[in-house]
Each structure stands twice: as C-alpha cells, then as structure tokens.
C-alpha cells in the first residue's frame, strides 16, 4: 500500500510510445503496447522531453501568444504516477486507479445493434483496445483538487496508494470534483458508508446527481448513497456558473457519455480533465464516431468528443482523460 519509495524518484525505464504522426503521448507507461522500448537514463528523458514540447510547438503558427511557451512535459515518477508542472503555479499528477496496464475488448464498441462491428474490426484487428482507469490530481496555489476517484480500494483501486506515492492523504484534498458519477469515478469516495476524503468540499454538476438520484439501479443507489455521506459538504452546480468552482477551475457540458458529463478547464493554463470522452482511444481517434456501450446517449457523446478534442487542439492543451491509455495525458497537435 504504502509506495513512498517511489516518492520523488524517476524511473529508470520508460516505454516510449511512438504514436500516429501528430500524436504526442507525453509519457508513457503502456508496457503491454510497445512498439518501441528505450532504456533511459534522466538525461535522455530530458532530452526526449525537450524534442516532445518543441516539436509539438514547432507544429503551431497561430501566433497565440499561450501557444508560443513551450508545452508541459510529464516525467514519470513511479509505477502508474506521472507529473507535469502545467505553469509556475499548477502541476498535475496523473494517478492510475487500475494496478496494471490493461486492455478492453473491442466489442465493446460494436454500437447498437452491432451496427459498428466491421468497422471496429476493422480498426483494431487485434480485438482489444488499451485501456485504463485515471484520477487527475492539481495543485494549485498551494490547494489540491482531485479530480474523480476511480473504482475503490475494495474494487482492487489503488488511488490511495498512487496518492501516498507523491506524499498525499485523503485528508489532505481541498477539492473533489466529478466528472460524472459512474462507479469507476466515485467508488474511491466511500470505504463502507464513511467518506474517504474527511476534509475534501465536493463538486458535482447539479445535471448529473439529478439524473442518478432517479435511478433505481445500482448505480443510482450508489451515487445516492455517496452525496449522503459527504453531507453539507456537497455543492451541486449549475454549469452556467462561472464561479461555482474554486482555483478557477471551469465547467464546460460534455454531455452523452451520461446526461450531466462534464468536462474541466484550470483557467490561464492548458490542461483540460475531459473525463469519460474517450473509453478506446486507439480506437476511437481513427474514427470518433466510434461510441462504447458506457456512452448512454452514444450520438451526443461523439458530438461532445469530436468538439472537445478539437478544441483542446486548437489551443494546444493537455488532455487528461481517465481512460486515456498510458499515464492518461496527451497532446494532440493538427
Ligand atoms: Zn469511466
């Protein structure tokens, strides 16, 4: 459980990545699909850092003057933990919940009536798509928002434990804000009936907890169960509320992967938390049409994607996707 070993330190092995062209994985821990594998030692990392935020920038002529600062780097810190000092004053570590790299089945994206099957075979001929389940943690002048909190320890999560690895407890987070509230991103909330996070004030898109309260099903229940145990300490808001989040932190609708899904900007930087957008992104990026069986409204959800990925392009941003493969951040350039 505990990994302060890993506290601060820089793995001496990455598996380096090497996407599609225009496709930048900032970091990669994805030993399950490497195509190329490189033994660095914190020099080469450097110099593989540097290569990645230029030439990503070298890509962009818009002459925005955010866009002209070189793009954030992750290093990698241990096993399922990265870092990226985002500006001067926010960093994020990126935090895998799933113990091990993963992969899903690829009929999982066949769509309704297995409309999609072909296609889907046709893309990822393998049968199955790499996948993994991510929390994002920011701190900003100096307070920590945690951004979902993956499946729970008693699910076989290891948030906490990736959280103890760059010197967090829950106590110690100010800010818990949901992108939705599907078990993979709120089981961590709960250990029994008790909250996990003692002091953490909690933000849930006032859309979304309405939609679940309604349900009868399991996760209905479970959403119910967990905005019971956080209390007075819940703040359901609207999402025309520019104010309603703290650190300046933005709500933008995502909706489709569930009714209230919502994505996250940190105003004055250029990270992006796009939640649920992506369940197979090797997949999906090679058509984003392409919805998983998670997606309840599957055409709103490729709606919410093509325009959110596209926005994060234009303007050059970090995406921090919870099911994004690898450390769960990418950038990707035109
Ligand atoms: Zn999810």
């Given at each position: 459980?505990?990994?302060?070993?890993?506290h601060?330190?820089?793995?001496?092995?990455?598996?380096?990545?090497?996407?599609?062209?225009?496709?930048?994985?900032?970091?990669?821990?994805?030993?399950?699909?490497?195509?190329?594998?490189?033994?660095?030692?914190t020099?080469?990392?450097?110099?593989?850092?540097?290569?990645?935020?230029f030439?990503?920038?070298?890509?962009?002529?818009?002459?925005?003057?955010?866009?002209?600062?070189?793009?954030?780097?992750?290093?990698?810190?241990?096993?399922?933990?990265?870092q990226?000092?985002?500006?001067?004053?926010?960093?994020?570590?990126?935090?895998?919940?799933?113990?091990?790299?993963?992969?899903?089945?690829?009929?999982?994206?066949?769509?309704?009536?297995?409309?999609?099957?072909?296609?889907?075979?046709?893309?990822?001929?393998?049968?199955?798509?790499?996948?993994?389940?991510?929390?994002?943690?920011?701190?900003?002048?100096?307070?920590?928002?945690?951004?979902?909190t993956?499946?729970?320890?008693?699910?076989?999560?290891?948030?906490?434990?990736?959280?103890?690895?760059?010197?967090?407890?829950?106590?110690?987070?100010?800010?818990?804000?949901?992108?939705?509230?599907h078990?993979?991103?709120?089981?961590?909330?709960?250990?029994?009936?008790?909250?996990?996070?003692?002091?953490?004030?909690?933000?849930?898109?006032?859309?979304?907890?309405?939609?679940?309260?309604?349900?009868?099903?399991?996760?209905?229940?479970?959403?119910?169960?967990t905005?019971?145990?956080y209390?007075?300490?819940?703040?359901?808001?609207?999402?025309?509320?520019?104010?309603?989040?703290?650190?300046?932190?933005?709500?933008?609708?995502?909706?489709?992967?569930?009714?209230?899904?919502?994505t996250y900007?940190?105003?004055?930087?250029?990270?992006?938390i796009?939640?649920?957008?992506?369940?197979?992104?090797?997949?999906?990026?090679?058509?984003?049409?392409?919805?998983?069986?998670?997606?309840?409204?599957?055409?709103?959800?490729?709606e919410?994607?093509?325009?959110?990925?596209?926005?994060?392009?234009?303007?050059?941003?970090?995406?921090a996707?919870?099911?994004?493969?690898?450390?769960?951040?990418?950038?990707?350039?035109?």
């Amino acid at each position: 459980m505990v990994h302060h070993q890993c506290h601060l330190t820089i793995e001496k092995q990455i598996d380096l990545f090497c996407p599609a062209p225009g496709l930048h994985y900032l970091c990669i821990d994805r030993t399950n699909h490497t195509i190329r594998n490189m033994k660095l030692n914190t020099l080469s990392i450097a110099t593989l850092a540097i290569t990645l935020a230029f030439g990503s920038t070298a890509c962009n002529n818009s002459g925005n003057e955010q866009q002209e600062k070189p793009l954030p780097v992750a290093t990698a810190i241990c096993e399922g933990v990265s870092q990226l000092e985002i500006d001067s004053v926010t960093t994020l570590f990126t935090l895998r919940d799933n113990a091990k790299p993963t992969t899903q089945p690829n009929r999982l994206f066949y769509g309704k009536d297995n409309k999609d099957s072909a296609k889907v075979e046709q893309l990822s001929p393998g049968g199955t798509v790499p996948s993994s389940i991510h929390a994002f943690l920011v701190k900003k002048d100096n307070k920590l928002a945690l951004f979902d909190t993956g499946v729970g320890s008693e699910k076989g999560g290891t948030l906490l434990a990736r959280l103890d690895s760059v010197g967090y407890a829950p106590e110690n987070i100010d800010y818990l804000i949901l992108t939705h509230m599907h078990g993979d991103h709120i089981g961590g909330m709960l250990r029994g009936d008790s909250a996990v996070f003692t002091r953490a004030e909690i933000y849930i898109p006032q859309i979304e907890y309405q939609y679940w309260a309604t349900q009868s099903s399991a996760n209905g229940q479970l959403a119910t169960k967990t905005v019971e145990a956080y209390g007075e300490r819940v703040h359901l808001f609207s999402l025309t509320d520019t104010t309603a989040l703290p650190l300046g932190i933005r709500a933008m609708a995502a909706v489709g992967h569930t009714p209230g899904h919502t994505t996250y900007r940190v105003s004055g930087t250029r990270l992006l938390i796009a939640g649920d957008l992506m369940h197979g992104y090797d997949l999906q990026k090679q058509d984003m049409n392409i919805s998983p069986s998670y997606d309840i409204n599957p055409e709103q959800a490729a709606e919410s994607r093509k325009f959110y990925f596209q926005f994060a392009r234009n303007k050059h941003m970090v995406i921090a996707g919870m099911h994004l493969p690898g450390n769960g951040v990418l950038i990707e350039t035109e």
